[in-house]
């Protein structure tokens, strides 16, 4: 149980694009998803936090016009990156919770690597 | 805020040998620890967590975790490695907002 898929695993857009990453929880509704970005041998660099129905809490440091993250059910959240440069290339994953008791646990999806040419 | 350091980058041990990998953490109220790792291009697994309890947790893959408050530590460690051990391995710690920190990570290398 507890399965969070990411789609898609990879994807390549050109720079001045948008490009969507879709994080959903397979067998348990997520009260809350989060949005990682991971550089190439770096550690996961929490991007914002949403909870389903509401806007999300960015990070400070991050663009929220230019991440915009749509959490419109309990089994779907969406990263736009919006308007692509090269420097947004990265491997991101998102996480889901489910709450209540399980409040401080996290399940993480497969990442999705973003290059930007 | 919590934090997590991981002091070591880098780590080689050869099959069979015994691992330890550290990880200190800096929070004011009870810890929520976990030990996650990743190879390469994929996401995270949970190898184990922390909520209260035995400060000495079991997880998956022959691993356990000790909890010390007194150095707030939370170390990971494995009798024997196996060559497919070989990954990068992230300590994280949450907070009761579901806040949750990494540390820099810990890549090891095993050695035939």
């Known amino acids: 149980g507890a399965v969070v898929s990411q789609h898609p695993s990879r994807v390549i857009c050109k720079s001045g694009t948008s490009v969507k990453i879709e994080c959903r929880s397979l067998?348990?509704?997520?009260?809350?998803m989060f949005w990682y970005r991971q550089f190439p041998k770096q550690s996961l660099m929490l991007m914002a936090t949403s909870n389903e129905g509401s806007k999300a809490t960015y990070e400070q440091g991050v663009e929220k016009d230019k991440f915009l993250i749509n959490h419109a059910s309990l089994t779907l959240s969406t990263l736009t990156v919006t308007s692509a440069h090269p420097e947004d290339s990265s491997f991101y994953i998102c996480?889901?919770?489910?709450?209540?008791?399980?409040?401080?646990?996290?399940?993480f999806g497969p990442g999705t690597r973003l290059t930007v040419t | 805020a919590q934090s997590v350091t991981q002091p070591d980058i880098h780590i080689t041990v050869s099959e069979g040998a015994s691992l330890e990998l550290r990880c200190n953490y800096s929070y004011g109220a009870t810890p929520y620890l976990f030990w996650y790792v990743q190879s390469p291009g994929q996401g995270l697994q949970l190898l184990l967590k922390?909520?209260?309890?035995?400060?000495l947790v079991q997880g998956i893959k022959g691993f356990e975790a000790e909890f010390k408050r007194s150095q707030s530590s939370f170390n990971l460690r494995k009798p024997s490695v196996h060559w497919s051990d070989a990954a990068e391995y992230f300590c994280?710690?949450?907070?009761?907002?579901?806040?949750?920190?990494f540390g820099a990570g810990t890549r090891l290398t095993v050695k035939p």
């Open positions: 922390y909520f209260s309890g035995d400060t």
């Open positions: 996480s889901a919770s489910q709450g209540g008791q399980f409040t401080y646990e996290q399940y």
């Open positions: 067998d348990f509704q997520a009260t809350t």
């Open positions: 994280a710690v949450g907070a009761f907002n579901n806040d949750m920190r």
